[in-house]
């Protein structure tokens, strides 16, 4: 099973140095920590600083990596309360397709 640190690798692969996002996205998993995405600036970065953002998923760790896998459909885990958007909806949405490269 993969770690913080091995996911927040890949969505910084994933990210590249222009993502496109425009905005920066946090994703709050709870007490495993979170991964914030810098897609305001260029290059992009990827870390797992704690800083305000534009939009804030917050998710468990499982299902955060149920939906990675495509085991969880993100539409389904928002209706059922499993995940959690605060602000720029938006950007959370463009978020989506980063995840699953």
Known sequence: MADLAQVTEHIRGAVGDNSGLGKTVKIDLGDVGKIFID????????????????????ISWDDFMALSAGQ???MMAFMQGKLKIAGDMMIAQKLAPLLKR
């Open 39 to 58: 897609g305001a600036s260029v290059p992009n970065t990827v870390t797992n600083d704690d800083k305000p953002a534009d939009a804030t998923v917050s």
């Open 72 to 74: 969880l459909d993100p």
